[in-house]
């Protein structure tokens, strides 16, 4: 359990918040590429950490992310029009710069002098691999840009895809690094084969470990960008299937491959306090995905989700109870009733509330990964806040980072027995079972 000081600090993530400025010192994904498609195409919003935002792309191909709202009498800049340099506001004609420098207000004599004055907030929105990324902090302390294995190789090789929660990122992330919700959520418990019916997940012999042993037992390390957390299965005799998921501050976090199946993972990204973007991904570290798999995946398999038309909400949300179907629930082919793994999370993460109540917690040994994280990310916190220390995660050599599935002798530290196999190399395959 947390005090309920402790559960603000955590989950507040506003300009001017503890944990909203350690989010500052990140690169966070905002769009898909795709939502800005083409120079000189229409606006689009984008709300972050609180802060409602317009994003751009100028007929000259400059990307810009900037306040909302017009400095003169607010309107908000979705309205705009896309013009050479910038994007005009259609009340009054004020025009800004993709940068939020106004650069043209004809009411005023002294044009020139008066835009001079005049800025809205903006920070930088940069292309890496199929996403659009920010940096809203203190300029002089922007990070080199996100290295990120998925975000980083060839693009056949990969595929993104978010959706809205409706809950605070930080009970998105724990269950993220929650390995022992998977056995019954999405295995359908000891004699389930849920993960079987994924064409994502299926054929693995992880399924097979993960439905043989309710009780996981975890060891969660140190590791440079944050912690490596290990899952302890029963194998074959003398033998442990080891599921490493890697959690680098403060919002990523891969889950441990199956098989050749396409590596995936997750960002956690605060829209406000009660709601996040669930960022997922799904790369394959040497070859290209397969036509089937990329279908899939569209088609919300695995760890995305099959949203509304033209929107990021899932089909399957709250105001319809998930679309639960208690059938399917009583005879076990979908333990929880709920169809896919993305909303298996979602339907029991956003029935917490959008953010849950901390203090009335029972936690138990398979939750020492939530423990430990939440123990580094309140460390950060209070150095950042108290000490003006930066904080980890934000540079490459964090970032090259990967999941691991193995199985090891009973009697070796997964530490030891993964090596450098959680360690992402160019050219080099997953450790996987």
Not at 18 to 40: A, I, K, N
Not at 105 to 112: D, T
Not at 250 to 260: L, S, Y
Request: hydrophobic share 35%.
């Amino acid at each position: 359990m947390l005090r309920p000081d402790i559960n603000d600090l955590l989950t507040q993530t506003g300009p001017g918040t503890p944990m909203g400025d350690l989010f500052r010192r990140y690169w966070q994904p905002v769009l898909h590429t795709d939502e800005l498609p083409e120079d000189g195409c229409p606006p689009v919003r984008a709300k972050i950490l609180s802060e409602r935002l317009i994003a751009v792309r100028t007929p000259e191909g400059e990307y810009g992310l900037m306040d909302e709202f017009c400095a003169h009498r607010g309107v908000s800049l979705f309205f705009g029009r896309v013009e050479e340099q910038g994007i005009r506001c259609p009340y009054h004609g004020w025009k800004y710069d993709a940068n939020g420098q106004a650069i043209d207000v004809p009411s005023e004599l002294n044009n020139s002098e008066f835009c001079a004055n005049v800025k809205l907030r903006s920070y930088p929105l940069v292309k890496v691999g199929d996403i659009l990324w920010t940096y809203m902090g203190d300029p002089e302390k922007q990070p080199p840009l996100p290295t990120w294995e998925f975000a980083t190789v060839p693009s056949g090789q990969t595929y993104t895809s978010k959706r809205i929660q409706e809950s605070n990122w930080l009970q998105a992330l724990e269950g993220g690094i929650d390995s022992s919700h998977v056995t019954w959520l999405h295995g359908g418990g000891p004699k389930g084969t849920g993960l079987e019916a994924d064409p994502l997940f299926a054929g693995s012999r992880g399924n097979k470990y993960n439905a043989g042993d309710v009780k996981p037992f975890f060891e969660v390390v140190e590791n440079e960008g944050g912690l490596l957390i290990g899952a302890r299965r029963n194998a074959e005799e003398g033998h442990y299937y080891w599921r490493v998921t890697p959690w680098v501050l403060p919002n990523f976090t891969m889950v441990p491959p199956r098989g050749d199946h396409p590596m995936h993972g997750h960002f956690w990204v605060p829209i406000d306090d009660e709601n996040c973007w669930a960022w997922s991904f799904d790369y394959h570290p040497t070859r290209d995905l397969t036509e089937a798999e990329r279908e899939a995946m569209i088609a919300g398999a695995g760890v995305h989700s099959k949203n509304i038309p033209g929107t990021y909400r899932p089909v399957a949300n709250s105001e319809n109870d998930y679309l639960i179907n208690r059938e399917k629930q009583k005879t076990g082919e979908w333990f929880s009733g709920v169809e896919g793994i993305a909303i298996q999370d979602s339907s029991l993460q956003e029935s917490m509330g959008p953010i849950v109540d901390r203090t009335k917690e029972r936690l138990v040994a398979t939750d020492a990964g939530i423990i430990k994280a939440r123990q580094k990310l309140r460390r950060a916190v209070e150095a950042l806040r108290d000490k003006a220390e930066e904080p980890v995660g934000n540079v490459p050599e964090h970032q090259r980072i990967r999941s691991v599935a193995i199985v090891l002798p009973a009697d070796q530290p997964f530490v030891e027995g993964i090596g450098d196999a959680f360690q992402a190399r160019e050219g080099v395959g997953q450790t996987t079972v």
